[in-house]
């Protein structure tokens, strides 16, 4: 017969079986769901390597509306290129011509060095070789919309003008018929003067019009007889 010591001892080596067991689901459980958790977070981007970040933020601060901040920043960008025109300082200085929104961009300029940087892609990082393309090929887009913009204004300048100089020309046949007329209308005036002093004549004279001729010879003596 099984003694009470017997008894509690082999409850107690399966109260003990039960708590490994235990643990071990729990550890399962938890592998498990850190697993679930990994799989359901998307992957982080990889990070931008070299000065890739620095050139992000001189466009981030050239886009800023403060005038001060916009100076500063790009005298500084400009400032390490002058002083020494690297790779580096010369891809942020290209950076800085090319945003637009600040009064120092030129993009023609940036455009130039940008092409001089491509012309020798060993001598850039993947990303900013990738980052010099996009902002080339940008800004060539923006030249050509802004030729395009020029092109278009000088036409309907070109419009507007032809069409100010044919109203000019317009105005002064305008002004030029307008003198006719009055000319025409002073000399219909002094003609219609003229004849009415003729009529006022000949009103005035006391032998008729049709018998001027025939009043003289009627005066003269006959022809003597022979």
């Known amino acids: 017969m099984m003694t009470l010591k017997h008894t509690v001892g082999l409850l107690c080596v399966c109260v003990a079986s039960l708590s490994l067991q235990g643990c071990e689901i ?3 459980f938890r592998q498990q769901s850190a697993a679930n958790s990994a799989a359901s977070v998307p992957p ?13 933020d001189i466009m981030n601060g050239l886009s800023t509306p403060d005038p001060a ?8 960008v400009e400032r390490e290129y002058t002083r020494a ?11 800085a011509l090319v945003t637009p929104g600040h009064p120092a961009s030129s993009p023609s300029e940036g455009k ?10 060993e001598r ?20 050509k919309l802004e030729a395009e913009n020029r092109r278009l204004l000088a036409t309907l300048d070109d ?27 002073e000399a219909q005036q002094k ?7 003729e009529r006022s004549i000949i009103e005035r004279s006391p032998t008729p019009p049709g018998n001027r001729d025939a009043a003289p010879s009627e005066t003269q003596s006959p022809p003597a007889s022979r």
Do not use: M
């Open 69 to 76: 901040r916009q100076a500063d920043l790009f005298y500084e």
């Open 191 to 197: 003609l219609d003067a003229i004849k009415e002093i």
């Open 124 to 143: 850039l990082t993947q990303d900013e070789r990738t980052l010099a393309s996009v902002l080339l090929h940008e800004t060539d887009v923006r030249l």
């Open 26 to 28: 729990v550890d399962q």
């Open 44 to 56: 982080s981007p990889a990070p931008l390597s070299g000065n890739t970040p620095a050139y992000l």
């Open 85 to 95: 025109p690297t790779t580096a300082s010369t891809l942020r200085y290209a950076v």
């Open 159 to 185: 419009r507007h003008r032809s069409q100010a100089n044919s109203d000019k020309r317009i105005q002064a046949q305008i002004e030029e018929n307008a003198r006719l007329r009055r000319a025409l209308a």
């Open 112 to 121: 130039r060095l940008l092409e001089t940087l491509l012309a020798t892609p």
